[in-house]
Nanobody, 124 residues
Framework: QVQLVESGGGLVQAGGSLRLSCAAS????????MGWFRQIPGKEREFVAT????????YYADSVKGRSTISRDNAKNTVYLQMNSLKPEDTAVYSC?????????????????WGLGTQVTVSS
């Protein structure tokens, strides 16, 4: 069982940056693949980025590729999402998730544990 708590969201102007963090508690964090998803009210939750259990591989949605970096620190049980050149369309609730199987996972169904999310608002 893993509990996930996101932080780092907030209000930022277009072109700005934010660094989201997701702190995990419980056993086995270093075995899980970790991902970030986002959701706008009334829309489906969408994949943003994922990192394998050891940090060796990452994968990004086209919408954030080149502007975002996912990373993890297994010693701190934390995964990060650095977002740069933010756009108003990046406004959403961002949630992190953990996947038991450890490899790349880009769909919601591939994840077993979810945090409650942190709001990111980008003003134009």
């Amino acid at each position: 069982q893993v509990q996930l708590v996101e932080s780092g969201g907030g209000l930022v102007q277009a072109g700005g940056s934010l660094r989201l963090s997701c702190a995990a508690s419980g056993r086995g964090f270093s075995r899980y693949a970790m991902g970030w998803f986002r959701q706008i009210p009334g829309k489906e939750r969408e994949f943003v980025a994922t990192v394998t259990w050891d940090g060796s591989s990452t994968y990004y949605a086209d919408s954030v590729k080149g502007r975002s970096t996912i990373s993890r620190d297994n010693a701190k049980n934390t995964v990060y999402l650095q977002m740069n050149s933010l756009k108003p369309e990046d406004t959403a609730v961002y949630s992190c998730a953990a996947a038991n199987r450890g490899g790349i996972a880009t769909t919601q169904g591939g994840y077993d544990y979810w945090g409650l999310g942190t709001q990111v608002t980008v003003s134009s």
